[in-house]
């Protein structure tokens, strides 16, 4: 009864309740045997046995018997045992005694007949992935699940695919599949570039950029050194240079300067190319004079007639920060000659009215009164007086510009004379100046002209700005409704004649507007694209476009820009990969072809994020159905077909017209139809629609109140009715539905 006995007892009950329990366990994982084979059948359940007693056929025996009472009738039915259900069933000793607890050391020696895969086992040992065969045969075995076939193949591995459940061999290699794949298969020779990821530096190192180098150069058609003269930078950057590019400002003449010093290059053909190195006094001259090529000047003096809006246009604009004008540069290119900068403006001034003369000159003839353009040469009050229409003219030169002298382009004057002052900015074309003449003076005896002409714009438009000569307006925070210009759509088997027109691919991204300074969105919504993509975009340049991830990733390009709709902040790397892609330049006065040709300038040789949307002229419909089938069978989504000689139109136009195998349109998720994969949604006119879908996306449907897209043959009463035939598509996350309903109702 006292403390001490009771204790005793409380100890004695334990160990009879223990031992009591342990026979209860016993039996029941016995019942099926007599008490006298059990010991006979499975020893291993009644007690604690020696090392010694676990030969090689016991642990088979064992392993045999284990397999019959976990139901194991596959060899891969062990990766998913854990260690607790073998040592629970007297295998305690034999697997961590024999084998340090590892059910993989076991198997692959008691069965070494079988091919295990360790690396599905749910628990392996520390020195596994150091045995390089056993790293080896687990790559052949992940290439063979992926249906790789070749080396080569192996590129689209990504680090997620190898580092399945946190285990793998690239801690043990590197850490990288560029420094674990080469270690471990020597016999094939890797380039590091092609894997999703290299160490930070990777392109930084000569060595590696001169490799890069020697690889592509066949691809690109070089196969000895004056071939590069050739190549474009836009080219190499496609095949993936755009690093090495920005190692070197973007050049690829830099770059093979830098890279093959032995070689002597001749800077000369490398006119256009993004950068030179303006503190080379050669490579001034020999871009100087393939300027004089591009520019067709035969003589020094015709120097004076070229403006800085042109040097820049030809990739000269370094040239003007470094030197501040032309004439310092064109000292060194003719060093006899005595350049000054009044000279230049004086020289301007009679380039400007010399062709405003010979464009009145032609329209004198068009006329039939050539009395009416009658100049008054003694006149001196104007530089140019038309006595007969009491019309004058007079320039605006870049000296006025920068000296922030108020410009308009109409003045009546006191003695009843309209002067009319011609910009800098005045391309030359004829046509552009009678425009501005019916505009400020409607009664003047001209000719109309059949085609859409601008008039000279009355300020310098943002596509020929530059920092040296223009301190650039604040850009808006949102664009007016209806700012940009819309494709109108069409079937294939409409009476529709492509012939002539401008035909390119369509390209499954996301519009952007960039005026300069901000990208825009297509709902006129400000882009904050991370530094990294803004600072390879032309300053004070206006371009419309398409950020494009590649063919295939509209909805990860789609996500990237949307969340920068809202997000702020300052991610490089998010945007790898996204590149955009050119096709107007919006605030240029002239056609089609003239603002393609002023986009290529600016654009010039491309760079890692800024390309040209490859154009061609159209032979007819059987053509656009061609190119519309090879297109299709790579992926792509459709042409896109601009009208010859169109001017920039804002809004819906027939200028542009789109083109696919599928029509497209937008509807509303409303939920899952159980009767079928198919989802719920609501039309255009409000109607319900039942719009079949994949398996997949039945099982991860898009959230209630999304915009899909879907494509469809046609509507089932008018335009936006119900889609016939409608099949999901795609999520579109840049607009909302009301935005969706708001842009139908404005079209119709």
């Known amino acids: 009864k006292n403390m001490y006995g009771r204790s005793v007892w409380a100890l004695s009950l334990r160990a009879n309740r223990h031992a009591t329990s342990q026979a209860v366990r016993f039996y029941t994982d016995t019942n099926r045997l007599s008490d006298n084979k059990t010991k006979e059948v499975a020893p291993w359940l009644h007690s604690s046995l020696p090392v010694s007693f676990w030969t090689v056929e016991k642990q088979r025996a064992f392993l045999t018997w284990l397999a019959e009472e976990m139901n194991i009738d596959d060899d891969n039915k062990w990766y998913a045992l854990k260690k607790t259900e073998i040592t629970s069933r007297g295998g305690n000793n034999f697997l961590n005694h024999k084998y340090q607890g590892y059910l993989s050391y076991a198997l692959t020696s008691v069965f070494p007949e079988k091919k295990w895969k360790e690396w599905e086992f749910q628990v392996l040992p520390p020195e596994f992935w150091s045995e390089k065969e056993n790293a080896r045969r687990y790559f052949f075995d992940l290439a063979a699940k992926h249906g790789y076939k070749s080396f080569d193949e192996w590129y689209n591995f990504r680090s997620a695919d190898v580092t399945t459940k946190g285990r793998g061999p690239l801690r043990v290699y590197g850490g990288t599949l560029g420094k674990a794949l080469p270690e471990l298969f ?111 000047i035969n003589s020094p003096s015709e120097w004076y007639s070229v403006s800085s809006t042109s040097v820049v246009q030809y990739g000269g604009e370094g040239l003007l920060r470094k030197f501040g004008s032309l004439a310092p540069a064109l000292a060194l290119l003719y060093p006899e000659e005595k350049w000054s900068e009044a000279t230049f403006h004086q020289k301007m001034k009679e380039t400007l009215l010399c062709n405003v003369q010979k464009a009145l000159e032609q329209f004198s003839s068009l006329s039939g009164d050539a009395s009416l353009f009658s100049l008054d040469t003694s006149n001196t009050e104007y530089s140019l007086f038309y006595p007969a229409l009491n019309l004058a003219f007079d320039v605006f030169l870049e000296s006025d510009y ?156 789609c996500s990237l820009v949307v969340k920068r709709l809202k997000v702020k902040e300052e991610e490089q790397e998010e945007w790898t990969g996204l590149t955009f892609h050119i096709f107007d330049a919006p605030l240029h006065p002239g056609p089609f072809e003239e603002r393609m040709e002023f986009a290529r300038k600016i654009v ?18 059987e053509d656009l159905l061609e190119t519309l089938k ?6 792509g989504e459709g042409v896109m077909l601009r009208q010859p000689k169109c001017h920039y139109a804002r809004g819906r136009s027939a200028t542009l ?59 089932t009463k008018e335009v936006n009715g119900k889609p016939r035939y409608p099949y999901f598509l795609r999520v579109r996350r840049d607009v909302t539905w009301e935005e969706v309903k708001r842009e139908k109702l404005e079209e119709v």
């Open 630 to 635: 090879a297109i299709s069978e790579t992926g």
């Open 402 to 557: 920068s000296s922030k002298k108020k410009f308009v382009i109409s003045k009546k004057m006191p003695n009843g004379v309209t002067l009319i002052t011609v910009p800098f900015w005045w391309s030359g074309h004829p046509p552009s100046l009678l425009v501005t003449l019916k505009k400020e003076m409607p009664n003047i005896p001209l000719l109309d002209i059949s085609e859409e002409v601008a008039p000279i714009p009355s300020s310098l438009p943002r596509l020929q700005m530059k920092k040296s000569l223009v301190s650039p307006t604040r850009s808006p925070d949102r664009l007016p409704p209806n700012y940009l210009l819309k494709a109108t759509e069409i079937r294939l088997n409409s009476s529709f004649n492509p012939t002539g027109w401008w035909i390119s691919e369509k390209l499954d991204g996301v519009r952007a507007y960039w005026d300069g300074e901000k990208l825009f969105s297509k709902q006129g919504l400000v882009i904050h694209a991370p530094k990294s993509f803004y600072q390879h975009l032309p300053r004070n340049v206006a371009l419309d476009g398409e950020i494009w991830g590649g063919k295939g990733n509209f909805q990860q390009t």
């Open 186 to 296: 020597p016999e094939h020779q890797w380039l590091p570039w092609k894997f999703g990821k290299l160490e930070p530096g990777f392109w930084k190192d000569p060595q590696n950029q001169k490799k890069f180098m020697d690889y592509i150069a066949p691809k690109l058609g070089v196969k000895e050194m004056d071939d590069w003269y050739n190549v474009k930078s836009i080219d190499f950057s496609n095949e993936g240079g755009n690093k090495i590019l920005a190692q070197y400002k973007n050049s690829l003449s830099t770059a093979l300067q830098a890279l093959y010093p032995s070689h002597s290059w001749n800077l000369l053909k490398f006119v256009g190319d993004v950068e030179a190195n303006w503190e080379d006094s050669e490579s001034v001259k020999n871009f100087l004079k393939g300027l004089e090529k591009q520019l067709r």
């Open 657 to 715: 017209v789109k083109v696919k195998y599928f029509s497209e349109t937008e509807v509303k998720m409303l939920g899952l139809n159980t009767a079928g994969k198919s989802l719920i949604c609501e039309a255009i006119n409000g109607e319900m629609c039942v719009v079949p879908c994949s398996v997949y996306d039945y099982s991860n449907p898009p959230e209630i109140g999304a915009v899909l897209t879907v494509r469809h043959v046609g509507f």
């Open 604 to 621: 010039g040789n491309g760079n890692e994020i800024l390309r040209m949307v490859e154009l061609r002229e159209c032979k007819g419909k």
